[in-house]
Structure formats: C-alpha cells, structure tokens
C-alpha cells in the first residue's frame, strides 16, 4: 500500500501549520521507515512461522509419547489381569477383568476418535 501524500501534505500542514512539497526529504524518510518496517515484519513473520511448525512438530512427538506409554501401561495392565484371572478362579476378579476390558475398549475408542480429529484437521 502506497501512502496518500496528497493525504500526507493535507495533514502535516493541519497539524503542524507545515507546507510540505511531494519532492520534500521528509517522504524519503517516509519511505525509508515504510522499508524498514515492512522487513521487520518479514523478520516476525518467518519467526512466527518457524514456531508454529516447532510447535506443531513437538506436539506430534508429545502425542506419539503420550501413546506410546498409554499403550504399553494398557499392555501391562491386561498381562497382570490375565495372570490374576488364570490364578484365581474367583468370579470377582472375572467381573474386575471384564470391566477393565470394557473400560479399555472406551479408551481405544477415544484415542481413535482424536486421531480421526486429528488427521481432519
């Protein structure tokens, strides 16, 4: 966007009683404060993009953890009921490992879920 400097002139001379000229030194460094600024926002721009993407990509590693470890706790939990199940012939650690096993199946189905969010988005 190119500054008006009809505009400019109008309101340096309202406010300051100063008649500028359109060749006048002040546009220079109008414009030189313009190019100053539009690099710097460059510079924030890129800077900003390149935190989004760490962010993004330490996300996708946290989340890959996070899953990793739910996985092999969820792993373990089963061989201990498994272990337990098989010594004991008790029906309430038959009920324990039937919960368990539909509890596990609500987890399973909400980590799916957030991966089918996440692969929408």
């Known amino acids: 966007m190119v500054p008006d400097i009809d505009r400019l002139i109008a309101e340096v001379a309202a406010r300051h009683g100063v008649l500028l000229k359109p060749d006048d030194a002040a546009f220079?460094?109008?414009?030189?404060?313009?190019?100053?600024?539009?690099?710097a926002l460059r510079e924030i721009e890129n800077a900003v993009r390149r935190n989004v993407a760490e962010l993004d990509a330490g996300a996708a590693r946290l989340q890959s953890r996070a899953g990793g470890v739910i996985g092999q706790e969820l792993r373990q939990a089963i061989l201990e009921m498994k272990r337990e199940l098989a010594a004991s012939g008790d029906s309430r650690v038959r009920q324990r490992y039937c919960w368990f096993r539909m509890a596990l199946a609500a987890v399973v189905t909400f980590a799916a879920g957030i991966g089918v969010g996440i692969l929408l988005k």
């Open 28 to 39: 220079a460094l109008v414009t030189l404060n313009r190019l100053v600024l539009e690099q």
